[in-house]
């Protein structure tokens, strides 16, 4: 919604979106989130394989700092833009004599949407950015004149 001269003005999600986009330059988010899925699909398998790693060196017996390790793995998560979009719905009772609104119920905001689909898209990417099981990019080698 955008304030009118005198009432609320309610614009279809699709322009409140698009008003967003345009005023920050129209930057292209499909490309990145698609690389934000892969990197989140990329998380739940390794957080698997290493569950199943941990699991079998724990069969012998229990290890403190393996045990430790295999809770840290069970904790990790990748949420997805629905996780965040979630923490904007308001919790608990809720008061009002809208009865069109009470019926239709809690809704994400478009603006809040878009913002939920860049906290995932942030989170994802540093993640990416600080793994240490990257390609490692070849270094430049220079010939140098031992005169």
């Known amino acids: 919604m955008f304030r009118g001269e005198s009432e609320w003005i309610t614009y279809a999600d699709a322009k409140v979106r698009e ?40 069969v012998g017996g229990s290890d403190p700092y393996l045990d430790k390790i295999s809770r840290d793995v069970q904790d990790t998560s990748a949420p997805s833009c629905s996780s965040y979009a979630r923490q904007y719905i308001p919790k608990g009772d809720h008061v009002s004599r809208d009865i069109t609104a009470l019926n239709q119920g809690l809704s994400v905001a478009p603006h ?36």
């Not at 689909?117 to 010939?143: F, G």
């Open 19 to 58: 008003k967003i986009l345009g005023d920050s330059g129209h930057p292209d988010i499909a490309d990145l989130q698609d690389e934000s899925d892969k990197v989140r699909t990329l998380m739940f398998e390794k957080k698997e394989t290493l569950t199943s790693v941990l699991a079998s060196a724990l």
């Open 112 to 147: 809040q949407m878009l913002s939920a689909e860049i906290q995932a898209i942030e989170l994802h990417t540093s993640v990416r950015d600080r793994s240490p099981v990257r390609q490692r990019q070849p270094q430049a080698t220079y010939d140098v004149d031992p005169a």
